[in-house]
């Protein structure tokens, strides 16, 4: 009687070190002052790693539900949706001038703009802002209604309910602020 052969032992794959990586601009709608960050991102990570990207990028918490919206496709983390964990950036927005939508927060509705302004191909490294405008509204302040309503109050030491916003944001809330080094400090968690 023949012995089985043995299974061949597999080689660890060699990590991936090159291939796409995409520049996106992120822009918040509907708001003003302007809210927007400029990101490069590796062409394989995933939408739930760029959904984490945006998150830290733009000023997020991370408190709600979110979704993409390519095409006529919708990817996310709830049984309605693509698993958004299962598909890469390169698969959906594959070239120069792709968009998607990006919603965060489906009681306030914060929908962005996500427009691929260039590819390449490169060295792989981890996510990183190249540039923004504008500070994140807070978390639950009523989409861009209530955050223009915030900003109206804010900018009126007359108005009725001046003190009780300045207490929820604090004094130190600028709507024109945005901090580069702090978003990039935090992306380096991502890999």
Known sequence: ????????????????????????????SYVEPPVWRRVIVPGVLTLYGLHSVIQIAMGWEDDH??????????????????DESTVCVQDVLAKQGSKAEYVYDFGDHWSHEILVEKTDQSELAPPICLAGQGACPPEDCGGPPGYERMLDILDD???????????????????????????????????
């Open 157 to 191: 030491p007359k108005d009725d309910e001046y003190e009780d916003m300045l207490d929820w944001v604090g004094d130190q809330f600028d709507p024109t602020k945005f901090d580069l080094a702090k978003v990039n400090q935090a992306l380096k968690r991502i890999r």
């Open 65 to 82: 539900l979110h979704e993409f919206r390519i095409k006529k496709e919708r990817y996310g983390n709830d049984p309605d949706s693509v």
């Open 1 to 28: 009687m023949a012995k089985p052969k043995a299974k061949a032992k597999a080689k660890p794959k060699a990590p991936v070190t090159s291939g796409r990586t995409y520049q996106l601009k992120v822009t918040l």
